[in-house]
Nanobody, 127 residues
């Protein structure tokens, strides 16, 4: 199991930027692909972005493509989500998650593809 803790959420105006982080514990972090999801009030949790365990492959939801960037730092056991050109509809609790299985080359985007989750961090975009 990988333990995950998100940070960096907050309040930002429309068009602004924010970077959320996810710190992972456990020496096997580097072996797992990582994803970001978000959940707005009254809505289901939705996929945002995924990065492969080796860091070379990324995958984004259409709604954030070109605005958000996922990255990872193996030395810091941390995955990031840089969010630019934020919109009110980006308001949600953002969760990071680790692939259910290590060394997977697939670009995962379903909730069931992930086995470990953080507690979430709130991002609010004001209009």
């Amino acid at each position: 199991q990988v333990q995950l803790v998100e940070s960096g959420g907050g309040l930002v105006q429309t068009g602004g930027s924010l970077r959320v982080s996810c710190a992972a514990s456990g020496r096997t972090f580097r072996n797992y692909g990582m994803g970001w999801f978000r959940q707005a009030p009254g809505k289901e949790r939705e996929f945002v972005a995924h990065i492969s365990w080796y860091g070379a492959r990324t995958y984004y939801a259409d709604s954030v493509k070109g605005r958000f960037t996922i990255s990872r730092d193996g030395a810091k056991n941390t995955v990031y989500l840089q969010m630019n050109s934020l919109k009110p509809e980006d308001t949600a609790v953002y969760y990071c998650a680790a692939d259910r299985f290590p060394y997977s080359s697939a670009s995962h985007h379903e909730v069931t593809d992930f086995g470990s989750w953080g507690q979430g961090t709130q991002v609010t975009v004001s209009s």
